[in-house]
């Protein structure tokens, strides 16, 4: 149990905190959820999940609390007071109404293992069940509405964590200062998103400057330089693929390290057209292509044309050692313009306020 959640709990029903987690599935499922703001890999962000729940809690808190004969004859809320309601809060802007609809019910029942929706929809009304919301003859809305509301704060603050790095680094007054800070943000422990847009940010600086010649015949062959784009958000379904280069076609996927079997999961997913790899981890470019070439000879079983099949596909290792000395070799003006994409990026990733491309 997250220990703001027993200190909420504790808060309310003194000497309880213990057999009141372990009755209400409701706050089990609340605790499941809230690892996105502890883990460092691509955890994904609870809130539309949260904010459909934290919807009706917070009306059901004002009109129905601690009055289970009043709210066993309530029919729901109306969608829209639901889905203006949390549309409104931090991060909810860009939400749609799948939670609502049918994503936590099904998230619900396979992690605190349950038959029975947590959600009532009724016709376009909903409703959370009563049976969730009372513990030993205890209403726990606010308990569930109080967990939520702490665990949001405190994506806050760690969404706001870069940020306030972002305004150290432009408050540095050499280009060697802004380097030195950006490349301590290129940690094997940084976190998936701030890792993915930072390494975009430094890739797309470096390419930049390299240059090939192209074109449909000799007489119309000129020269273009290289163009790096991101294709989504962090956690998108964007079929392995997160930057994409142009105009030569380049795909880019950024990964961990802890788990070879994606790498391959994501070269199925663009039909083995080969991938450049921005690995987050601070071991060598060899020893990366070393472990990645044995793990395929097993995976493959011995056969040829499996093993080549996926040793093709790897067009090229990029780990943080590498990024780090790209980062060292830009210019004032690249420097700045990494600053300024991470600065747009994050805000976009996070929705952290409006924003609109250069």
């Keep these: 149990m997250e220990s703001f959640v027993r200190e909420i709990i504790e808060k309310h029903f003194p000497g309880q905190s213990q057999q009141i987690y372990e009755e209400s599935l409701l706050i089990q499922y609340l605790d499941k959820k809230s690892g996105a703001i502890h883990g460092t890999a691509k955890t994904r962000r609870s809130l539309a999940n949260y904010y459909a729940i934290y919807s009706i809690l917070n009306f059901y808190v004002d009109e129905f609390f601690g009055k289970p004969d009043k709210y066993k004859k309530f029919e729901g809320y109306e969608y829209t007071k639901l889905f203006v309601f949390y549309r409104g809060l931090y991060g909810g802007s860009k939400l749609q109404n799948h939670a609502l609809n049918s994503r936590v019910n099904g998230e619900f029942r396979n992690k605190v293992h349950t038959d029975k929706d947590l959600i009532i929809i009724n016709d376009g009304k909903y409703a959370l069940h009563i049976d969730f919301l009372y513990v030993l003859g205890q209403d726990i809305s606010q308990v569930a509405k109080e967990i939520i509301e702490k665990y949001v704060d405190l994506l806050i603050e760690k969404d706001h964590a870069l940020l306030t790095a972002l305004a150290a680094i432009e408050r540095a007054t050499s280009v060697d200062e802004k380097k030195l800070k950006i490349s301590d943000l290129l940690t094997e422990d940084a976190e998936a998103r701030i890792f993915e847009i930072i390494s975009f940010a430094i890739l797309k600086s470096h390419y930049k400057t390299q240059k090939i010649y192209i074109g449909l015949t000799i007489e119309e062959i000129h020269e273009e330089y290289l163009q790096l784009f991101k294709t989504g958000r962090t956690n998108a379904n964007d079929g392995g693929i997160d930057f994409v280069m142009r105009p030569i076609g380049r795909f880019f996927q950024v990964t961990e390290v802890n788990n070879y079997d994606k790498y391959l999961l994501d070269i199925d997913k663009v039909l083995h057209f080969p991938i450049s790899f921005v690995i987050k981890t601070t071991k060598s470019k060899q020893m990366m292509e070393h472990e990645i070439e044995q793990y395929i000879k097993e995976k ?53 306020e409006d924003f609109s491309a250069e």
């Design 300 to 352: 493959s079983g011995g056969m040829v044309v499996v093993e080549e099949r996926y040793k093709k596909a790897f067009e090229e290792i990029i780990t943080i050692n590498e990024i780090k000395t790209w980062l060292l070799q830009l210019d004032e003006g690249s420097i700045n313009l990494i600053i300024s994409d991470i600065d747009f990026y994050y805000k976009m990733e996070m929705n952290l």
